[in-house]
């Protein structure tokens, strides 16, 4: 956890829209192969997508879900500018009034998904030291899980904000449809169990909005700089929480 909070906030005052699920994958990862070993981590099975199971089911969902964010970002934006084609610009009220509904849509299903992730790793601190058996999560820390992320959803980090936003120039209809697919993505994942990264489905379908109407609009590099963040936090935090360990528990033996 310490390993990937400190990455958090390093991201965050470098203004890159890294993931925070990742960062908590990373650390788990390689905080129980330095304390226990390989044998330790539940890998499962990556057969087919539906029926994959522990470590690669979470890998699936937060490697598949930005695909998923750029296809649908395409596809829809496609769908509604052929129907929208003859449309005047008064639509334009409509599609903002839209985002009144979608915005909250989208963080509900940040906010079930994150929590989730939250309550979990509080459980898994709980059950390992013999003070819960898992079978039901406790009042308490589903309110610390849910006020927790609340108060970070309040804390606005301008710099990430103007990163995702200077993806593409966008007008209402990007607008309506780079929130409807990225609020139906997180949705389902939500319900399904998927853990994924909003930020990620947020930016991916950012592009692929901006790729559907004009592929040269959209700003490549700051698209390629978010992917690079994104591809490097879980290898980068599980080293981190390796050496963190050996530090702090092998070579200092603190509470030990």
Same mark, same amino acid.
């Given at each position: ?23 908590? %994958?990373?650390?788990?990862?390689? !905080? ?48 509604? *500018?052929?129907?929208?084609?003859? %449309? ?6 409509? &599609? ?21 992730? *939250? ?9 390992? *030291? ?58 389902? *994942? ?19 909005? !901006? ?6 609009? %959209? ?12 591809? &490097? ?20 033996? &603190?509470?030990?």
């Amino acid at each position: 956890l310490s390993a990937a909070i400190i990455w958090n906030i390093f991201t965050r005052r470098m203004g890159v829209p890294t993931s925070s699920t990742h960062a908590l %994958v990373g650390g788990i990862l390689g !905080g129980v192969i330095a304390g226990g070993g390989m044998q330790y981590i539940s890998w499962g099975s990556p057969d087919l997508i539906y029926k994959a199971t522990g470590v690669w089911k979470v890998l699936l969902s937060l490697f598949l879900s930005p695909f998923a964010g750029f296809l649908v970002g395409l596809l829809l934006f496609k769908f509604f *500018a052929f129907i929208l084609k003859s %449309v005047s610009t008064k639509a334009n009220k409509y &599609l903002n009034g839209m985002e009144w509904i979608l915005v909250p849509m989208l963080a509900f299903g940040h906010g079930a998904n994150e929590t989730q992730k *939250a309550m979990g790793v509080i459980m898994l601190a709980l059950c390992a *030291a013999g003070l819960s058996q898992g079978e039901e999560i406790p009042l308490w820390v589903r309110t610390i899980s849910a006020l927790a992320v609340a108060s970070g959803i309040l804390s606005v980090a301008p710099l990430i904000v103007r990163r995702v936003g200077g993806i593409y120039k966008q007008r209402p209809l990007h607008g309506f449809i780079s929130q409807l697919s990225s609020a139906s993505i997180v949705l389902f *994942a939500s319900f399904t169990g998927g853990p994924l990264s909003t930020s990620q489905v947020v930016a991916s379908s950012i592009v692929g909005v !901006g790729s559907a109407e004009r592929i040269k609009g %959209v700003h490549w590099q700051v698209a390629r700089e978010i992917v690079r963040a994104w591809f &490097l936090t879980i290898p980068a935090v599980a080293l981190f929480a390796w050496l963190l360990y050996m530090l702090l528990f092998r070579h200092l033996n &603190l509470f030990l």
